[in-house]
C-alpha cells in the first residue's frame, strides 16, 4: 500500500511462525523493515485453541475512509486457527 507521504509499505504474513512483517519498499534496492505484529501466542496450546492466530493466510488492505475506525486497517485471515484478526495501522495513508 502506499502512504499520504508517498511511500511504499508491504504487509507479508509469516505462515509458519505466525504474525505479520512489515517493510517499507520505497527504494526497492533498500527495504527497511519497520516492525513485526505477532498474533501467535507460543505459550498457548493449537489444539486448545489457546494459541492465538496459526497460519496468515490472506492480507486486506482497509483504507482509512472505508474503515469503522478512521484509521487504515489490514485483516488477517489465519488459516490453521481459523480466526481473523484487524490490525490497526499507526500511520495515514
Do not use: C, H
Amino acid at each position: 500500500m502506499q502512504t499520504g507521504t508517498g511511500e511504499w509499505i508491504v504487509f507479508i504474513g509469516l505462515e509458519r511462525v505466525g504474525g505479520i512483517a512489515s517493510y517499507n519498499i520505497t527504494n526497492p534496492k533498500s527495504p527497511e523493515f519497520i516492525g513485526y505484529m505477532p498474533g501467535r501466542f507460543f505459550e498457548g496450546d493449537a489444539a486448545a485453541g489457546t494459541a492465538g492466530d496459526l497460519g496468515p493466510e490472506s492480507i486486506e488492505f482497509i483504507s482509512a475512509s472505508d474503515s469503522p475506525t478512521g484509521r487504515p486497517l489490514i485483516v488477517v485471515a489465519n488459516e490453521v486457527s481459523g480466526t481473523t484478526t484487524a490490525w490497526e495501522m499507526n500511520f495515514t495513508p
